[in-house]
C-alpha cells in the first residue's frame, strides 16, 4: 500500500522560508508526477504545483515566483519550498502522487502556521 | 482560472437514503473532473475521476455524472462511513482547482 507522509516544521516566521518534505513509502517516485495543495483555514484547497518524474514542474501562477518543487528519488522523497513567507501561507499542506490512472494517494496533512 | 462551485453547502440525509451533490464549472473541463472524499484527520481520497470511473476499492454506490460545466456525484445508499466532506476538482486546465465542499452528514 502507497503511503505518503508530510514532514517539516509546524512554525515559520514571516519573510522566512517554508521547507516540507514527503516521504513515499510503497512504489518508487519514477513514473508518477507528484504535487502539493494547500488549504487555508476557512478556504478552499489550492493546488501549489506539480514536478514530472522526468523533474520538470508547473506552479501555481500566482506562487510561481516563491515555489520550488524537487525530487530525491534515491530517498523516495519530493520537496516543497516557498519563500518569503506570510500569515497569507498558513495552511494545512499536502502532498500527493498521480495520475489517476495509475492512482493517486495524498498525505494527511501538515499545519504550517505562519507567525512571529 | 476555472472557478468550481459546488452544492449544497450541507447535505442532511438518513442513512440508506441516496445523496445528490452538485458541481458546475464556471467553463467547460470536459469530462477532467474528479471528486475527493474527506473525512477529519485523515487524507483526503479520490473516489471517482475522468467524471465516472471509481477509482479502486471505492464501493459502487458511489457514481459519478456529467460533462462540461455540469457534475453530479451520487451515493445511492448513505452508510455512516460515507459522513465526509465532498470535494470536486477539475484536471483539464492549469491551475487546477476545486470546488469549496459539499459536507454530507446523517440525518
Known amino acids: 500500500q502507497v503511503q505518503l507522509q508530510e514532514s517539516g516544521p509546524g512554525l515559520v516566521r514571516p519573510s522566512e522560508t517554508l521547507s516540507l518534505t514527503c516521504t513515499v513509502s510503497g512504489d518508487s517516485l519514477s513514473g508518477y508526477d507528484w504535487s502539493w495543495m494547500r488549504q487555508p483555514p476557512g478556504k478552499r484547497l489550492e493546488w501549489l504545483g506539480y514536478?514530472?518524474?522526468?523533474?520538470?514542474?508547473n506552479y501555481h501562477p500566482s506562487l510561481k515566483s516563491r515555489v520550488t518543487m524537487s525530487l530525491d528519488t534515491s530517498k523516495r522523497q519530493f520537496s516543497l519550498r516557498l519563500d518569503s513567507v506570510t500569515a497569507a501561507d498558513t495552511a494545512v499542506y499536502y502532498c500527493a502522487r498521480y495520475p489517476y490512472s495509475r492512482g493517486s494517494f495524498w498525505g494527511p496533512g501538515i499545519l504550517v502556521t505562519v507567525s512571529s | 482560472e476555472i472557478v468550481m462551485t459546488q452544492s449544497p453547502a450541507t447535505l442532511s440525509v438518513s442513512p440508506g437514503e441516496g445523496a445528490t451533490l452538485s458541481c458546475r464549472a464556471s467553463?467547460?473541463?470536459?469530462?477532467?473532473l474528479a471528486w475527493y472524499q474527506h473525512k477529519p484527520g485523515q487524507a483526503p481520497r479520490v473516489i471517482i475521476f475522468?467524471?465516472?470511473t471509481r477509482a479502486t476499492g471505492i464501493p459502487a454506490r458511489f457514481s459519478g455524472s456529467g460533462f462540461g460545466t455540469e457534475f453530479t456525484l451520487t451515493i445511492s445508499s448513505l452508510q455512516s462511513e460515507d459522513i465526509a466532506v465532498y470535494y470536486c476538482?477539475?484536471?483539464?486546465?492549469?491551475?487546477?482547482?476545486f470546488g469549496q465542499g459539499t459536507r454530507v452528514e446523517i440525518k
Open positions: 476538482h477539475q484536471f483539464y486546465d492549469w491551475p487546477y482547482t
Open positions: 475522468g467524471t465516472s
Open positions: 514536478i514530472l518524474s522526468s523533474g520538470s514542474s
Open positions: 467553463q467547460s473541463v470536459w469530462r477532467n
